[in-house]
């Protein structure tokens, strides 16, 4: 599960439904991306699809100046996504060998949301898949809101960065609001990474 | 030199504060909006007092910057690419008038249209007006061509146009800052007392010098030190890249090296003797630009005689939308190699109305209030509210450009059509319909207007509207009778009591206004939020 390689190189989509918070996800990559002096570029989408409407951003790391701001299709190594339909929408950016992390909690605002079943099959029908029970998984810590942090810890050993710098991140991120906040998303990430580890 | 991670509008914000400026206008605007916010919480712009308050439009926002410009200060304003259509008469004519202190001009065009009405390229408006266009490629260029659009600003006395796209807009990238802000302009008026008199007599003579000035910019080092030309030995195919294309073709070239001679422009008017360089060398040309193709129609001109190009016009590239990795690894040829493609059970998620929004309510209300008349009769506007033409409200018939909902219900009330209506939010009644409103007041027009009011400009992220607590009295000044000026709530709990109102003045034969004033639930959450956090 180590991506060393002599040129490091990350590219990662989140994806999620506008309101459900992927840029929390983002700005932790990002601080954690500045810590080990990478080079990157993440765009965001603002405006009207925030209204609900399915939302994404594209984050690239590199140790290499990074040209374009959007991923290449076909070249993304993981997808996190906080919503398990939305992780399938990014497909023709993942590589072949790129990992699918994603939240198995649906959120349903469309009258024609599939069966959640379906969904998840197509999911596994990926070669790299990991479907965790964020939610669950957060409530479990006593932390309803840290889902997303879950989602990123489990993704956390395919982001090529020590998992140390995710943890500075988180601090850095939530340290405004809090030591409690900050256990508690610290302990949500440290849960979806051991999912993941297992 | 310290390094900042920012989005492209902030790169162009920061730079702007370094740059010494000392009013920055804007009205909100996908993708500009972050330009202002990010002056709006800098502590050097606080420390300066720098103007960052937000404008009713991006006319009154042009207007001001040119009038800080006038007093020898430095200006920015910045609007989304529509936005310069609705300031276009002070910005062309600025050229002409000419500038005192620096004044750039920001336009955030939206190719692929993701949170526009029309995907038109602010490129043109350049040449339009004979005022030099900057495009960065990425967030440092941005950065440093601010410096330089000042610069050229005050030497050649005219305003300076800088054009990015969404994708620069609001992406992040590390980006290299000054340590210390220039100091700011000291008030000088011009020297010139009559500069901005645009008298025809004077317009002429200026409106020359202004051509003449366009023609020699071209040479000037702040435009040319933009547009490179890196020679190559394949001869095949010669690229052109402009703007954030370039970003694009990097990402292709370095995977696998295609060596073929590069052409890139950030900087605008073209630069006439690389195009030559290029074209001399190459057989054929490709030209990847985000947007129209600009470019590629001034080298093709009418004849199109010349050179093979390759570009939108030919079909090698579409011809609308934006650009990305692998349209133009397509173009160049190369292989894209796509994942799996989308499973056919994942199903469109448009965006919609939030949870407890008060506009849902207002259509709601509207809905039943016009079930006797019939569909096809409600004109509307920009804003969150324009999400009421979606299922399963399927409730407004238009929305064109920031006011025109009055104005069309008026046009559509002249052909004879009853009841018409018009629903518009706070923030754009404010910003064009008020003077509709006061057509429709001077003709006794037969037309209902709903304002949606939430107290914010909404769809752009919340920021201050300037309706807010103003509107019964503009609506009444303007002169609007008070027994036809009708206040609700839209709460569940009112719905009976709302539908009697508007049913009553869709029945009325002259000007009403219905108000549904409730506040965004967005910004109240935030409002809430930041009370709480201020208490701890």
Redesign the interface.
């Known amino acids: 599960m180590n991506n060393e390689k002599c040129v490091m190189k990350n590219d990662i989509i989140l994806a999620g439904?506008?309101?459900q918070g992927i840029l929390s996800i983002a700005a932790t990559i990002?601080l954690a991306a500045?810590e080990n002096n990478l080079?990157?570029?993440?765009?965001?989408?603002?405006?009207?699809?925030?209204?609900?409407?399915?939302v994404q951003s594209?984050f690239r790391l590199s140790d290499k100046p990074?040209?374009?701001?959007?991923?290449?299709?076909?070249?993304?190594d993981l997808i996190i996504s906080v919503e398990p339909?939305?992780s399938?929408?990014y497909?023709?950016?993942?590589?072949?060998e790129?990992w699918l992390v994603t939240n198995s909690n649906p959120f349903i605002?469309?009258p024609?949301?599939?069966p959640l079943e379906?969904?998840l099959n197509?999911i596994r029908k990926?070669r790299n898949n990991i479907i965790i029970d964020a939610d669950a998984i957060a409530k479990q810590i006593g932390s309803a809101r840290s889902g997303n942090m879950v989602v990123l810890g489990a993704a956390s050993p395919f982001i090529s960065m020590p998992y140390q710098s995710l943890e500075n991140a988180v601090r850095r991120l939530f340290n405004r609001k809090g030591e409690e906040i900050v256990e508690f998303n610290l302990k949500a990430l440290s849960a979806g990474r051991s999912f993941t580890k297992v | 030199m310290k390094e900042l991670l920012l989005l492209g509008d902030e790169a162009i914000a920061k730079a702007a504060v370094d740059a010494g400026l000392s009013g920055m206008y804007a009205y909100p605007g996908t993708p500009s909006t972050e330009i202002m916010e990010y002056i709006q919480s800098s502590k050097t712009a606080s420390e300066r007092n720098i103007h960052r308050e937000w404008s009713t439009n991006e006319k009154t926002a042009m207007e001001a910057a040119l009038g800080m410009s006038y007093a020898g200060k430095r200006a920015m304003v910045a609007m989304k690419h529509v936005g310069l259509n609705v300031a276009a008469d002070s910005f062309i004519n600025s050229a002409i008038t000419g500038v005192n202190g620096g004044l750039v001009v920001v336009s955030a065009d939206d190719p692929s249209m993701h949170s526009s009405q029309n995907e038109q390229d602010s490129r043109f408006y350049g040449k339009f007006a004979f005022v030099p266009c900057f495009e960065p490629s990425d967030q440092q260029e941005a950065y440093s061509m601010i410096f330089d659009a000042f610069e050229l600003s005050e030497k050649y006395k005219i305003p300076v146009l800088m054009r990015i796209t969404t994708r620069l807009a609001h992406s992040r990238a590390i980006v290299k800052a000054v340590n210390e802000p220039y100091p700011e302009n000291n008030l000088k008026l011009p020297s010139d007392p009559l500069q901005f008199v645009l008298l025809p007599a004077m317009a002429r003579k200026k409106y020359r010098a202004l051509i003449s000035s366009y023609e020699s910019i071209r040479y000037d080092a702040r435009i040319s030190r933009y547009n490179s030309f890196n020679d190559a030995k394949k001869r095949e195919l010669g690229i052109i890249a402009c703007g954030i294309a370039y970003d694009y073709l990097q990402e292709n070239i370095i995977e696998s090296s295609v060596g073929y001679p590069v052409l890139k422009i950030s900087a605008y008017p073209f630069p006439k003797d690389l195009i030559m360089e290029i074209t001399e060398r190459c057989k054929e040309i490709l030209i990847l630009e985000e947007g129209y193709p600009f470019l590629e129609e001034g080298l093709r001109g009418i004849l199109d005689n010349g050179i093979k190009i390759l570009g939108r016009l030919d079909g090698t590239i579409q011809r609308d939308g934006e650009l990305n990795p692998a349209i133009v690894a397509n173009a160049l040829g190369m292989h894209v190699p796509y994942g799996k493609k989308v499973p056919e059970l994942v199903k469109m998620r448009p965006p919609s109305f939030c949870k407890g929004c008060g506009h849902a309510d207002t259509f709601n209300v509207l809905l039943e209030a016009l079930k006797p008349y019939g569909g096809g009769r409600v004109f509307s506007d920009i804003g969150c509210y324009t999400l009421g033409a979606l299922p399963p409200f399927n409730a407004i018939n238009s929305c064109v450009d920031m006011g025109a909902s009055v104005t069309m219900a008026i046009g559509a009330a002249d052909a004879g059509l009853f009841p018409s209506v018009a629903v518009i939010g706070d923030s754009t009644f404010t910003h064009s319909g008020m003077t509709g409103l006061l057509d429709a007041v001077n003709k006794n027009s037969p037309v209902t207007i709903i304002i949606s009011d939430n107290s914010t400009t909404g769809m752009t992220g919340g920021q201050r509207s300037q309706a807010t607590g103003r509107i019964e009295q503009i609506c009444t000044g303007i002169g609007v009778a008070p027994e036809h000026l009708r206040m609700i709530v839209p709460l569940r709990k009112n719905h009976e009591e709302n539908v009697r109102i508007m049913k009553e003045e869709f029945a009325y034969r002259g000007v009403s206004v219905v108000v549904s004033a409730r506040e965004c639930i967005q910004t109240a959450a935030r409002r809430k939020r930041t009370d709480s956090s201020d208490e701890q």
Not at chain 1, 39 to 54: A, N, Y
Not at chain 1, 66 to 76: F, T
């Open positions: 439904v506008g309101g990002g500045v080079f990157l570029k993440q765009s965001e989408v603002h405006g009207m699809s925030q209204r609900g409407g399915d594209h990074v040209a374009s701001d959007l991923i290449p299709h076909g070249k993304a339909m939305e399938l929408r497909l023709p950016w993942l590589s072949k790129g605002n469309i024609d949301y599939p379906e969904i197509e990926i």
